[in-house]
């Protein structure tokens, strides 16, 4: 008798030891599970280097500064209709987007093209201006025999990087690396090419001057967009006074790994 209660009493142990175990094991990774979640959640948003690779190249596409995320420049806003005004890619024209591919022109992209293969030597735009193919130029002065120009395919590849694979080149429109100074790129369609036109007896100018700073970026896993923020200062001339803003920068991921730019807002 008193053997089968100790039975009993083992048998019973031995199963609310198990059960205890089986209870905490689930109890734990329930508890664990919800953590984890927890922190998901909390890093969806991630802080990045503004000095990183990523970033810089970024933001360079956008911002005219040369390659540093800090620094001054007289043409800052040329590449936006309205400096102080919100912008989206989505809501932009062809031409306005036509600003950032001139700017993110590589000058080692570049081809050298014979005099003799350009089609057209003037071309007159819409305010009367007249802009001469550098070939044109070269001819009446009786220098070189050639001139530069950016193949379409390259132009395209440039274009569809800050804009999506999806993005259609329209060749119609010129090229301007900068709007205060020359060239301008027009299609040649002959060649396949853009090439290089600059308006006779112009020269550069300058606009305000801008100094700007890269304050810090995030990545937002969530949304799969990398945001960096920017402060930036205009001098006023003689008075000195310098009024600050502040812009972010929105990249989107697109499922090849690239990031197309998305907009530029006021914060």
């Not at 002959?190 to 550069?204: H, K, P, Q, R, T």
Request: charge should be negative; hydrophobic fraction near 30%; include cysteine.
């Amino acid at each position: 008798m008193k053997k089968n209660i100790i039975i009993i009493i083992l048998f019973l142990g031995v199963v609310g030891m198990a059960g205890y175990i089986t209870y905490d094991k689930i109890f734990k990774e329930d508890s664990l599970k919800e953590v984890s979640e927890q922190e998901d959640n909390s890093s969806d948003i991630v802080s990045l280097d503004i000095n990183s690779r990523l970033v810089k190249t970024l933001y360079n596409k956008v911002v005219d500064f040369d390659g540093s995320t800090s620094g001054t420049a007289f043409n800052y806003f040329w590449l936006y209709p309205d400096m102080y005004q919100d912008f989206y890619v989505d809501e932009a024209t062809e031409e306005e987007k036509m600003n950032f591919v001139g700017m993110n022109l590589n000058e080692n992209k570049a081809q050298y093209v014979s005099c003799d293969d350009i089609t057209v030597n003037t071309i007159e735009t819409e305010s009367n201006i007249t802009y001469y193919s550098v070939c044109y130029n070269n001819t009446l002065w009786n220098t070189h025999n050639s001139q530069m120009g950016y193949s379409r395919e390259y132009v395209k590849t440039v274009y569809q990087d800050l804009f999506g694979k999806d993005a259609v080149l329209d060749t119609e429109l010129y090229i301007s690396p900068n709007k205060y100074s020359q060239p301008r790129y027009y299609y040649d369609e002959s060649l396949d090419m853009y090439v290089e036109y600059m308006m006779d007896g112009a020269g550069g100018t300058s606009g305000p001057s801008f100094t700007s700073k890269v304050t810090r970026a995030e990545q937002d896993n969530n949304t799969k967009e990398v945001r960096i923020y920017e402060t930036l200062t205009r001098e006023e001339g003689v008075t000195g006074i310098e009024p600050e803003y502040q812009f972010v920068y929105t990249f989107k991921k697109e499922d090849d790994g690239m990031y197309t730019f998305v907009s530029r807002t006021l914060v």
